[in-house]
């Protein structure tokens, strides 16, 4: 029972942490704000409280697959709001004076709402589900120290290893202070787009296929690194073509939005344009 | 109301839109297998099924348990939470043969079983 909570707890937390890291490395880097982070978390804790609590209705809805397309829906508007914040990065930097010195702005104020949104959108959604945990527990109590215990120590090792990818990007070199991030943004979007996927395909609102190929036997999702990269960049043994495609696309989205807020034209406020 | 709108709609957009429809259609009109599992006492009855290949499968997971549980398969990629006393519904396949373990992620040691695919 504790090796169980230790890993449950581990894989929910790292999820969340792996995001909170970036983009708190990111807004803390091009304009020393953090403030965003405890408003997003304290809501993804509300939010994972009413989706916990009502987990029995909610399941019941579309047939019986609600809890998919809850989830999907919170994974589909995760990504977009991490493509959002990749446009609001880059173009909030067209703004910067050359001087180091940290420029806010109305897309900088962008970033950090959307990066507020969703850390609580994935704060719910693990949250919840560690909230069903270790409620179940709370009614049988036969097991409910070493639970507790389990999943304290889960806990711990995913928030120290957020905390270390947190101060590790933060210590890059600076041509890379900025690719970095972004990269490990495509890839978060990625996966969530692909988890999106797989939660509609198990409710068969899309019609599932055999799977593009199986590397199991090379890397089971079952062993530690398996399972360390599942929760880092979404590893499947068995991707179907659909979760390939939504992958890519996640990635895309979030390259392209990049690109477009770096080159698209700067906006000049109307008061100092000057005539023709 | 596809036929009302032909008009409007590109040429390459219908062909999609049939092939979605075709694939909707397909997969009501097929008459989907149901397996249906319970959960007591932290264990999975019947702990194993077997299913066609090549065929999907709706799985009904009624947990009679007071606790929850979390029906977890690395093998058939499915994850899904079932309230204590409550009802779930998951789709699974179309697979190749094979061995597909499952368990119960909040209690992992006693509910294990597996999807025999012939």
Request: charged residues 15%; negative net charge; hydrophobic residues 50%.
């Amino acid at each position: 029972m504790l090796l169980s909570s230790v890993i449950l707890v581990l894989q929910d937390t790292l999820e969340a942490a792996l995001l909170v890291s970036i983009l708190l490395a990111i807004s803390y880097q091009q304009w020393n704000r953090v403030v965003w982070l405890p408003f997003g978390i304290f809501a993804g804790m509300v939010l994972a409280f009413l989706y916990a609590s009502n987990m029995s209705e909610i399941s019941e809805w579309f047939d019986y697959v609600g809890q998919e397309i809850v989830n999907a829906s919170l994974q589909i508007l995760t990504a977009l709001l991490i493509v959002v914040c990749t446009w609001a990065l880059f173009k909030s930097r067209q703004f910067d004076a050359g001087d180091g010195q940290p420029q806010k702005n109305r897309f900088a104020s962008l970033f950090v709402f959307c990066a507020a949104g969703a850390v609580a959108l994935a704060v719910t959604r693990e949250g919840s589900e560690v909230l069903i945990y270790l409620g179940g527990f709370f009614q049988q109590k036969e097991y409910l120290q070493t639970i507790v215990a389990g999943s304290s120590i889960g806990f711990s090792i995913g928030l120290s290893i957020g905390i270390l990818l947190y101060y590790g990007l933060l210590s890059l070199p600076s041509k890379w202070r900025l690719n970095t991030p972004v990269i490990l943004m495509a890839l978060v979007a990625g996966n969530m787009l692909s988890q999106a996927v797989l939660q509609l395909t198990q409710a068969d609102w899309i019609s599932s296929t055999r799977a593009l190929w199986d590397t199991s036997d090379w890397l089971s999702e079952n062993s530690i690194l398996g399972q360390s990269l599942y929760a880092l960049v979404g590893y499947e043994a068995t991707p179907s073509a659909a979760q390939l495609i939504a992958y890519i696309v996640g990635m895309l989205l979030v390259l392209a939005s990049g690109t477009v807020g770096k080159y698209s034209k700067k906006h000049i406020p109307a008061t100092r344009r000057t005539p023709s | 109301m596809t036929v009302q709108m032909t008009g409007k709609m590109s040429n390459w957009l219908l062909p999609i839109l049939g092939l979605v429809a075709g694939l909707y259609s397909h997969s009501v009109a097929a008459a989907t297998p149901v397996i249906e599992i319970e959960i007591k006492d932290h264990l999975f009855h019947p702990s194993e099924i077997v299913i066609p290949a090549d065929t999907k499968v709706k799985l009904v997971i009624r947990n009679l348990d007071p606790t929850p549980e979390e029906f977890e398969s690395y093998e058939l990629n499915r994850e899904k939470v079932i309230a204590g006393g409550s009802k779930a519904v998951l789709f699974i396949g179309p697979l190749p043969p094979g061995e597909y373990p499952f368990f119960g992620e909040f209690y992992p040691k006693t509910a294990q079983g597996k999807v025999l695919v012939e």
